[in-house]
């Protein structure tokens, strides 16, 4: 077998549950844009465009019929939904907003097909991929908000305030499902059990933007309710970093596991909430430590990505010699 078609084959052998690449790149893109590295995140960009679109090949392989490793009814399915919604986010932000809505519509249309099957597969003892049903639906919320603010669109930031509410029940059912040792020997997904409480958080500022931004949406009193969820769904997030960076520094799990990937975006999407809270909720204070989280999640987004470059080559060369 050619080296080519090595590639192809273990390409095409990627489950979904690579959309964590893309949520993980996407995310560092808006965290840049946010930063005010407009250049790097234009880059980060364009590297989750292409890895979306490799995602998306792959899923549309497995509907064609091609005999793909794809559990729909894994909660790792699900990471197709914010991998989408993260590239709608940074284009509205981008200024794209009609490539926003597409990418919006489609990313409803994903969670409508998958949030059914991937529920009834719950179960306890799992690992933190199984807060992917909160992240999926607070991804949702995060680029509804944004889109109404574009758009001045009441019913989009309504429609996402339901999906904000929808996926802290979803983290309460995860926390109930999520097996509590998989925070000292989980292989790197275990991250997103802090990483859906971050995204929360800055699904609750880009709500509370929508408010600001000149559309009557709801009223004092509800907005106050939901500034003081965004603060105490933050610092959960930030506890539930220190713990697991605490967790890893104690017991090292070196050498490379695609979910790695699932580590990246969590550190991210905290640096990200942190800038975000900073802006909606006039923290500034908060810039400083969200720039030096953004390098960190950079830092280990590049070790990762060197990881991933070193499997993939390892795996066409033993293909390539059968």
């Known amino acids: ?14 489950p979904p549950a690579t959309g964590a690449a893309v949520m993980a790149t996407g995310i560092l893109s808006i965290g840049l844009h946010q930063a005010g590295y407009e250049l790097l995140s234009r880059i980060a960009l364009v590297l989750a465009g292409v890895a979306w679109l490799g995602v998306a090949a792959v899923i549309a392989l497995r509907l064609l019929g091609a005999r793909l490793e794809w559990p729909v009814n894994s909660p790792a399915a699900l990471a197709v939904v914010p991998a989408t919604t993260v590239l709608g986010t940074r284009f509205a932000l981008l200024g794209r907003p009609q490539l926003a809505e597409a990418l919006f519509v489609l990313a409803l249309v994903l969670w409508a097909v998958l949030v059914l099957p991937v529920v009834q597969d719950w179960e306890r003892g ?24 574009a758009l001045r669109v009441p019913w989009i930031a309504h429609l996402a305030l339901v999906f904000f509410w929808f996926g802290l029940v ?27 409480v971050a995204l929360s958080a800055v699904a609750g500022t880009r709500l509370i933007r929508a408010a600001h931004s000149g559309l009557y949406l709801w009223n ?10 965004t603060i105490a769904l933050f610092a959960l997030a930030f506890a539930w970093y220190c713990v697991l960076a605490t967790a890893e520094l104690r017991r ?6 695609v979910r790695r990937w699932s580590t990246v975006f969590p550190m991210g999407m905290t640096a990200v909430a942190a800038l975000s809270v900073a802006g909606a909720l006039n923290a500034s204070w908060l810039r400083g430590p969200g720039q030096v989280l953004l390098w960190i999640a950079v830092a280990v987004w590049c070790a990762v990505l060197v990881g991933a470059a070193g499997s993939l080559a390892g795996s066409v060369r033993s293909t390539a010699r059968r």
Do not use: K, N
Not at 132 to 146: P, R, S, T, Y
Not at 252 to 257: A, E, F, L, M, T
């Open 252 to 257: 090292p799990r070196p050498g490379y596991d």
């Open 126 to 149: 799992m690992s933190g991929v199984v807060f992917l049903g909160c992240v999926a639906a607070e991804a949702i919320a995060v680029l509804g908000a944004v889109l109404a603010a």
């Open 220 to 229: 004092v009193d509800d907005t106050g309710v939901l500034r003081s969820v």
């Open 170 to 196: 979803f983290y309460l059912i995860g926390l109930w499902c999520f097996d509590r040792r998989q925070v000292a020997v989980g292989a790197g997904d275990q991250w997103v059990a802090g990483g859906a």
């Open 1 to 14: 077998m050619s080296g080519t078609s090595a590639l192809r084959t273990r390409w095409a052998q990627r």
